[in-house]
Structure formats: C-alpha cells, structure tokens
Nanobody
Framework: QVQLVESGGGLVQAGGSLRLSCAAS????????VGWFRQAPGKEREFVAA????????YYADSAKGRFIPSRDNAKNMVYLQMNSLKPEDTAVYYC??????????????????WGRGTQVTVSS
C-alpha cells in the first residue's frame, strides 16, 4: 500500500510559478513511477507529466512541455512538479498517482494503482 498526499497548490498570477509536492508513505515507494494529472471544472481528468522510479525518465503532455518538470527524491519519499509560466488554463485540481508499471508513457489513468486527494491550483489572468 502507498499513500500519497499532495501540497503546494494555491493562487498565482499568470506567468508565475508553483512547485507541487507529493509525499508518499508505504513500502518500496522508490519502485513506483509517479504521474501528475489534473482536472479542471467541468472537464475530465487529464495527464500532465510523469517520472519513472529512478527519476531518469520523464514524460509530458503537450500542454506541459517546456513549462512543467516532474522530479523526485526517493530518499525523502517525495515527488515534485515544478510549474513555470503558468496560464489561466492550468487552473485545476492536481493529483499525483503511483504505479509499478514499467514502460510506456504513463499517461493513462488506468495504469495507476494509488492516488492522492489533490491540491487546487488557481491561475489568475
């Protein structure tokens, strides 16, 4: 079992930055790849970015490329999402999720076994 808790969300102006954190507890967390997803009001949840268990590979939705960077610190059981050049359309609840799956681009919700409860990010224009 893995428990995930997101933090770091908030209100930021367009063009600003935020760093989201995902704190994990449970055994063997370093074996899990972690993805970030988001859900805006009235929309389906969508993939944002993912990082493999070593941190050696990262994956991005087109909307996140060049602006968002996932990373992790396995010694601290932490995963991060650095978000730069934020836009109003980035406003959403952001979730981290963990999977033991190996391979692919980690962009599908069904690939993930554990989810956090989310943190709200609001970007004002």
């Amino acid at each position: 079992q893995v428990q995930l808790v997101e933090s770091g969300g908030g209100l930021v102006q367009a063009g600003g930055s935020l760093r989201l954190s995902c704190a994990a507890s449970g055994r063997d967390f370093s074996s899990y790849a972690v993805g970030w997803f988001r859900q805006a009001p009235g929309k389906e949840r969508e993939f944002v970015a993912a990082v493999t268990w070593t941190g050696g590979s990262t994956y991005y939705a087109d909307s996140a490329k060049g602006r968002f960077i996932p990373s992790r610190d396995n010694a601290k059981n932490m995963v991060y999402l650095q978000m730069n050049s934020l836009k109003p359309e980035d406003t959403a609840v952001y979730y981290c999720a963990a999977t033991l799956k190996y391979g692919g681009n980690y962009s599908y919700e069904y690939e993930y076994d554990y989810w956090g409860r989310g943190t709200q990010v609001t970007v004002s224009s």
